[in-house]
């Protein structure tokens, strides 16, 4: 039996959790989250054949969700959502309500900030490589909801979607993947010193 003493167990954890529990502290990761996307969709540049801009905001919901865990990304994003749509200029450049053709990624960003959460659950942030498998994942929720949304909203073709809404934003997406690759397993590391 070795003397040393080992890391506390953290698996069943997300970061959040290791900020000392109350309804005060998930409040205010709850509206921080849903702050932070509304900055980050603040960074915002226009795709040229495109109603979508590529934004910051895809890496701010998969971190939020990661961080939070499910339950708190969910309410994450829906308040993001919601005050969006009552009125509030966060989502991309400055806009809000839900009559935009890039609404169905921000109904997208919901579920995926519920799945990286649960994925964050069980160590999915632990490591480069589970870190970027569960953000792809989460990014291929967001597009599963918005690509055809923005086909609806437009009357495009699904092919015309997928070129407008997806293909022109997929080297931008690995390089946010890859930025929390680095980001939460070396956030793990230090916590866990």
């Given at each position: 039996?070795?003397?040393?003493?080992?890391?506390?167990?953290?698996?069943?954890?997300?970061?959040?959790?290791?900020?000392?529990?109350?309804?005060?502290?998930?409040?205010?990761?709850?509206?921080?989250?849903?702050?932070?996307?509304?900055?980050?969709?603040?960074?915002?540049?226009?795709?040229?054949?495109?109603?979508?801009?590529v934004t910051g905001q895809t890496l701010a919901v998969l971190l939020v969700g990661t961080a939070l865990g499910a339950g708190r990304g969910f309410l994450s994003?829906?308040?993001?959502?919601?005050?969006?749509?009552?009125?509030?200029?966060?989502?991309?450049?400055?806009?809000?309500?839900?009559?935009?053709?890039?609404?169905?990624?921000?109904?997208?960003?919901?579920?995926?900030?519920?799945?990286?959460?649960a994925l964050a659950r069980r160590g999915a942030d632990r490591t480069a490589l589970r870190t970027v498998g569960a953000m792809l994942l989460g990014e291929a929720?967001?597009?599963?909801?918005?690509?055809?949304?923005?086909?609806?909203?437009?009357?495009?073709?699904?092919?015309?979607?997928?070129?407008?809404?997806?293909?022109?934003?997929?080297?931008?997406?690995?390089?946010?993947?890859?930025?929390?690759?680095?980001?939460?397993?070396?956030?793990?590391?230090?916590?866990?010193?």
């Open positions: 039996m070795s003397t040393a003493a080992a890391a506390p167990a953290r698996t069943g954890l997300v970061l959040a959790d290791l900020i000392p529990a109350s309804r005060v502290r998930d409040l205010a990761l709850v509206v921080g989250g849903a702050a932070l996307t509304g900055l980050a969709a603040q960074i915002a540049v226009p795709v040229p054949g495109s109603p979508v801009p994003l829906a308040l993001y959502a919601l005050a969006g749509i009552a009125g509030v200029p966060w989502f991309a450049e400055g806009t809000s309500g839900a009559a935009a053709p890039s609404f169905g990624y921000i109904l997208g960003m919901i579920l995926a900030s519920t799945v990286v959460g929720v967001i597009y599963a909801v918005g690509v055809p949304y923005l086909a609806l909203a437009t009357g495009m073709s699904a092919s015309a979607a997928i070129a407008a809404g997806l293909t022109p934003f997929l080297i931008g997406d690995a390089l946010k993947a890859a930025l929390a690759m680095g980001a939460l397993p070396t956030a793990w590391k230090l916590i866990n010193r």
